[in-house]
């Protein structure tokens, strides 16, 4: 197996997730809070999306999606146009909602488009680069991208599981 195959095959697992996370989910339960202070599927997908879309785009020099798509004026949140929601306030979280999932579908495909274009193109050598000397040790591509897909598995696991719980306050 070549590292390309190797990479857009995890990369290409966050796709599946969050395709079955958004998948015949209604707007009010994808801004539906878990007690109504927790994260959101809306806020769980755009956040996953945010990180993966800008941190590919740092490490292979592209423009977001975000920024080329002009998604910050599309979704309208009210947020700093440049978030990506790390940090966030309860009330930062509260800010993004959205009234089409569709919308949230299209950029994350088009986060997820652009990192797999990179990745397919990446052989071992390449993971070696030193994208970030602010850690000790500095941190290679190959240990960025790892990064990546834990975060956006995890985030994407999480939206799953609210959705669960949003399908049970609809039964229950």
Same mark, same amino acid.
């Given at each position: 197996? @070549?590292?390309?195959?190797?990479?857009?095959?995890?990369? +290409?697992?966050?796709?599946? =997730?969050?395709?079955?996370?958004?998948? +015949?989910?209604? &707007?009010?339960?994808?801004?539906?809070? &878990?007690?109504?202070? +927790?994260?959101? =599927? /809306?806020?769980?997908?755009?956040?996953?999306?945010?990180?993966?879309?800008?941190?590919?785009?740092?490490?292979?020099?592209?423009?977001?999606?975000?920024?080329?798509?002009?998604? *910050?004026?599309?979704?309208?949140?009210?947020?700093? &146009?440049?978030?990506? +929601?790390?940090?966030?306030?309860?009330?930062?979280?509260?800010?993004?909602?959205? @009234?089409?999932?569709?919308?949230?579908?299209?950029?994350?495909?088009? /986060?997820?488009?652009?990192?797999?274009?990179?990745?397919?193109?990446?052989?071992?050598? *390449?993971?070696?680069?030193?994208?970030?000397?602010?850690?000790? &040790?500095?941190?290679?591509?190959?240990?960025?991208?790892?990064?990546?897909?834990?975060?956006?598995?995890?985030?994407?696991?999480? /939206?799953?599981?609210?959705?669960?719980? /949003?399908?049970?306050?609809?039964?229950?």
């Amino acid at each position: 197996m @070549e590292t390309s195959d190797l990479l857009e095959d995890a990369f +290409g697992r966050i796709g599946t =997730i969050v395709s079955g996370v958004l998948n +015949g989910l209604e &707007p009010d339960k994808a801004n539906w809070r &878990p007690g109504g202070t +927790g994260n959101s =599927i /809306a806020w769980l997908v755009w956040h996953l999306s945010r990180g993966l879309d800008e941190q590919i785009a740092d490490v292979a020099g592209l423009e977001s999606a975000w920024n080329s798509g002009r998604y *910050a004026g599309r979704f309208g949140f009210a947020l700093d &146009p440049g978030d990506t +929601g790390y940090g966030h306030s309860a009330a930062q979280v509260d800010a993004v909602r959205v @009234e089409s999932v569709d919308l949230l579908r299209e950029y994350h495909e088009a /986060a997820l488009a652009q990192s797999l274009g990179y990745v397919r193109g990446l052989d071992a050598q *390449a993971l070696d680069r030193v994208v970030d000397q602010r850690w000790d &040790p500095p941190v290679t591509l190959g240990v960025r991208l790892v990064s990546i897909v834990d975060d956006c598995v995890q985030h994407g696991g999480q /939206a799953a599981y609210v959705k669960g719980l /949003a399908g049970e306050q609809r039964n229950g």
